[in-house]
Each structure stands twice: as C-alpha cells, then as structure tokens.
C-alpha cells in the first residue's frame, strides 16, 4: 500500500517564525489532504491538495504530484498554531485515507 | 449548518465488553468513515460506509463492525473489548466515497 511520510517529526519555533513542513508519499495520489490536530484531539481541515498551490491566510500548500511530495508553509506562526500537522492521501479505490505520523508543531511566545 | 458529531465524547469499559458508537455526517454527506487513532499515531482507517453498505475495509479484526441508516448516521460497534482498543475514534463524513473528509471531535475510549 501507500507509505507517507512527514517531516521533520518535530518542530520548536519562536513566535512570528515561519516553516516549511514535508510529505512524501510512495505511489501516485489523486486525493492529498492537509490537517491539523490541535491538543484537544479536534482533527481539523487546512487544505485539500492533490496538485498545485493554495493560500488560506498564513498557511499555504503545495502539492507536486509528479514527485510525489507535499509542503505545508506556515508564515508568521502563533501559539495556537500548536499541535499535530498531518498530511493524508487517499488510496488506489480512493476512499480510505492513508495518514503520515505526522509533525507535532511546539510554538512559544 | 452543523459538521460531523459524535457521541459519546468520551466512554470507559472494561475488558471483553462491548461498544457502540454513534456518528452523524455533515449536511449533505452521504459517506461515513471510520478511524481509529492509538496514542501518539495518525488516523487508521476502519471501514467505510456508503448507500448503507461497507464499502472497504483496513486492516481490523471481525470485532469492529458498523452499520449505516437511512438517514446516512453511522454506527461502530466494539465486541470483547482488548486493552489495546484505547483510542481515539474518529469518524469522516463526504458528500460521496472519493471525495474530502471532514472530521468530527471523536470519541475517547478506555478500556480498563
């Protein structure tokens, strides 16, 4: 089946800085969704992304299908950016989402 | 317009009882998918729920079953409850099987 992987697994950052989060995914995708999950346990949709770009306020995404990455920018981070990020692809049937590990995102004041 | 809920928020049992929990998709959602989330992990895949059938299955012992109504809610049932089915549960609604995923709260389980 379809392996994804997140990088890095961890990230520390300083209020106001930004990062670039990694997916790479092992086949070919029609269907890649980006989540945050925040300490609540609350999975929340950020973008869905099987190919180019899109900007919703201070994240962004980009999806290269070809290459079988993603990238999640986030700009300007704020400690309620905390939490868990995941990037999910759907598989060959196209309905189970196949999650990575994911990064857990500690940003400080 | 109301997302994807789920009841109960959280549920403890024990050992070698039973479960049921209950999933309500989103307006206009006909899909509902199951996840189980072990700590510390993503999101596993269950099964799937369309025109009230099971439309695919992960990787789960016969244990975990679920049941779709009329009006699209969902069903997961846990038989002979393990230890290592404290999780989180997830359920995702879509508005048909190929398309995105919404996410409701989940459900805490502990199995004592």
């Known amino acids: 089946g379809i392996q994804v992987e997140q990088s890095p697994p961890d990230l520390i950052l300083q209020e106001g800085a930004n990062s670039t989060l990694r997916c790479n995914f092992s086949?070919?995708?029609?269907?890649l969704q980006w989540f945050h999950q925040n300490p609540w346990g609350q999975l929340i949709n950020l973008f869905y992304?099987?190919?180019g770009t899109k900007q919703n306020g201070r994240l962004s995404a980009t999806t290269v299908a070809t290459e079988r990455y993603s990238l999640l920018y986030i700009s300007s981070s704020q400690t309620t950016d905390s939490g868990v990020y995941f990037c999910?692809?759907?598989?060959?049937?196209?309905?189970?989402?196949?999650f990575g590990k994911g990064t857990t995102l500690s940003v400080s004041s | 317009d109301a997302g994807v809920t789920q009841s109960p928020t959280h549920l403890i049992k024990t050992r070698g009882q039973q479960v049921t929990l209950r999933c309500s998709p989103k307006?206009?959602?006909?899909?509902v998918s199951w996840y189980q989330q072990a700590l510390g992990q993503g999101p596993q895949f269950i099964f799937q729920?369309?025109?009230?059938?099971?439309?695919q299955r992960g990787n789960f012992p016969d244990r975990f079953s679920g049941h779709q109504f009329p009006n699209y809610s969902s069903e997961l049932n846990v038989n002979a409850l393990l230890l290592g089915d404290s999780a989180l549960y997830l359920c995702?609604?879509?508005?048909?099987?190929?398309?995105?995923?919404?996410f409701g709260d989940g459900t805490r389980l502990s199995i004592l």
């Open positions: 995702a609604s879509s508005f048909a099987p190929n398309q995105p995923q919404h």
């Open positions: 086949d070919s995708v029609n269907n």
């Open positions: 992304i099987p190919s």
């Open positions: 999910a692809v759907k598989n060959q049937a196209g309905t189970a989402l196949i």
């Open positions: 307006s206009g959602h006909d899909t």
């Open positions: 729920y369309y025109e009230e059938e099971e439309r």
